[in-house]
């Protein structure tokens, strides 16, 4: 979830509804080039897919592939940003080494998002 408050553009992640992750950059900070913006869009994207099965052991785990179609770049903005990480069991995302936070990006745009392609699947190898 993201909320711009005047000149702050402020990102939450959640579990569970307990804050893990916050990142905020200035709102509209510098205007970025929307060619290459889309032009990177539409190259192949990459997820690792985690679905738990019922004892909590891994039921599915895959890198899923996609390319976004449909891409149009309405609005592309990029500044200076920070991360806020907090400690959780069940979402260790502060475990992550982050060393520096060089910047963030701002998109506004209409695409759409393809089924993925299984590139690889660490259960049924």
């Known amino acids: 979830m993201y909320v711009a408050e005047t000149e702050t553009l402020t990102g939450t992640l959640h579990y569970n509804g307990i804050l893990v992750a916050l990142g905020t950059m200035p709102f509209k900070y510098k205007e970025s080039d929307k060619n290459i913006i889309e032009k990177a869009l539409i190259k192949m994207q990459v997820n ?13 785990a895959q890198l899923a592939a996609y390319n976004l ?3 149009t ?3 592309a903005w990029s500044g200076p940003a920070r991360l806020h990480l907090v400690p959780h069991v069940n979402a260790p995302v502060a475990d992550l080494p982050v060393k520096k936070v060089i910047g963030a990006s701002h998109i506004l745009s ?9 590139i690889y699947d660490y259960i049924n190898k």
């Open 110 to 118: 209409d695409l759409t998002l393809p089924y993925a392609e299984v």
């Open 69 to 71: 179609t449909d891409v």
């Open 48 to 60: 690792l897919k985690l679905i738990p099965d019922v004892d909590g052991r891994p039921k599915i």
């Open 73 to 75: 770049v309405k609005g």
